[in-house]
């Protein structure tokens, strides 16, 4: 008895070797999944670095203003994304032309490389994509699990894509005043004053014109609510139909408060006014030059200085001027703003809408009159001015903010990552 029992017993720990083995084997395995699918992970994270980088250089060539755009982009987009290593930083990351970096029309459309565009389509392209892969990876642990019957682990492959595109910048609201076309083109210099004439309902006449954005909905109590906060934030595309119906009544107390000064319902609390209120008009105590008045402002606004009063300005403001201690805690940019261009011969016939064709930066210069008889300078006396500032698109325009990506279509071109 005492043998067969001892011969029992040899069997059971040999069985129970056996399930801690395979037991071991497991636990090692999923170790092994853990670890080994955190460092794909960190490979993977790698290589989307490089696809971004390869992406968003390609995509700053797409100007459409080059017949070799797309061999300038792939170089870029190939030179960028080779600087970047995987594998924590041991392996470099290897690309190759017409193979991993792509081209099309739309974020969402067909992707084909250089070598696959006719001459015609090279032009049109706007949106690039880098194609970023490393095989051969090593497995760490995982590989225990290969001892199990039909487990076969092997070298792993990670691949990462991006699409990049430039897109407009996002801008400043825009203020509700249309330049009319005819009078901004590409040779207009910067710093030009636009003038227009002031009706006694209220209305801008000539070469700018109060525009509502949501026509026919809207009209006069829209606008007044745009000037008193930042704007029409939800802008338009180009080609769109602006315009506003009918004889609009005055906006000047709402226009004013952006120079800090207030009247009527308009209140401070409402209202925000601009760093400076400082204006500028053609009076000899002002602006006379009637050009580039911008250059002085950036001046006055740090300095916070209030509007001087409607005695050096020439105006008649009616209102309550704030001082530059209530402008330095209370205000804001609200004087550089976007403006659209739009086609004012769209007016004629009777017509109250137009269609859009750019967006400028515009600097309101001076207050608008609340009184009838207006002051002692052109701009007293029923006139009114804006001074252009550029196409919005242009690099460095004032009005654009700090390039983030927007959709308005306004705005410098900034390269984007799309997905």
């Known amino acids: 008895m005492m043998r067969l029992f001892l011969r029992a017993k040899k069997k059971q720990q040999g069985s129970v070797s056996i399930i801690i083995a395979l037991s071991m084997t497991v636990l090692v395995g999923f170790v092994g999944i853990a670890l080994d699918l955190g460092k794909l992970y960190v490979v993977k994270s790698e290589l989307q670095n490089s696809a971004d980088a390869c992406a968003l250089a390609a995509a700053q060539a797409l100007t459409s203003t080059s017949s070799q755009q797309l061999v300038i982009a792939e170089a870029a987009g190939i030179t960028t994304g080779q600087r970047h290593k995987i594998l924590f930083q041991s392996r470099r990351v290897t690309l190759s032309v017409n193979e991993h970096v792509e081209f099309s029309d739309s974020a969402n459309g067909s992707y084909l490389t250089k070598a696959g565009l006719s001459n015609n389509e090279i032009l049109t392209k706007r949106y690039a994509r880098c194609t970023v892969s490393s095989g051969e990876i090593d497995n760490?642990?995982?590989?225990?699990?290969?001892?199990?019957?039909g487990v076969a682990t092997g070298k792993q492959q990670v691949e990462a894509t991006a699409v990049a595109g430039l897109q407009p910048s996002m801008t400043t609201c825009a203020i509700p005043v249309g330049l009319c076309?005819?009078?901004?083109?590409?040779?207009?210099?910067?710093?030009?004053?636009?003038?227009?004439?002031?009706?006694?309902?209220?209305?801008?006449?000539?070469?700018?014109?109060?525009?509502?954005?949501?026509?026919?909905?809207?009209?006069?109590?829209?606008?007044?609510?745009?000037?008193?906060?930042?704007?029409?934030?939800?802008?338009?595309?180009?080609?769109?139909?602006?315009?506003?119906?009918?004889?609009?009544?005055?906006?000047?107390?709402?226009?004013?408060?952006?120079?800090?000064?207030?009247?009527?319902?308009?209140?401070p609390e409402d209202a925000k006014p601009d760093l400076s209120g400082y204006a500028y008009t053609d009076a000899a105590t002002s602006w006379p030059s009637k050009f580039n008045a911008l250059s002085d402002f950036i001046n006055k606004r740090s300095a916070n200085v209030p509007y001087q009063g409607d005695t050096l300005a020439k105006l008649k403001t009616q209102g309550t001027t704030k001082d530059a201690n209530h402008l330095r805690a209370n205000g804001a940019e609200r004087r550089l703003m976007i403006a659209p261009v739009v086609d004012c011969n769209g007016f004629a016939g009777g017509s109250s809408v137009a269609p859009i064709r750019s967006w400028a930066c515009v600097f309101l210069l001076h207050p608008i009159n609340n009184s009838a008889g207006g002051g002692a300078n052109s701009a007293g006396s029923g006139l009114m001015y804006l001074e252009y500032e550029g196409n919005a698109s242009r690099p460095g325009s004032p009005c654009t903010t700090t390039g983030m990506p927007g959709g308005a279509g306004v705005g410098p071109l900034v390269t984007t990552l799309i997905k």
């Open 181 to 267: 076309s005819t009078n901004i083109t590409a040779s207009t210099p910067v710093g030009t004053w636009i003038q227009a004439g002031i009706s006694g309902g209220g209305n801008f006449t000539g070469n700018f014109r109060w525009i509502d954005f949501t026509p026919p909905s809207g009209g006069a109590s829209e606008l007044a609510g745009w000037l008193k906060a930042d704007g029409a934030c939800e802008l338009p595309v180009i080609g769109s139909s602006v315009g506003q119906t009918g004889n609009i009544s005055s906006l000047s107390d709402e226009w004013n408060s952006r120079f800090g000064i207030y009247k009527g319902s308009v209140r």
């Open 140 to 149: 760490w642990f995982i590989e225990v699990l290969n001892i199990i019957p």
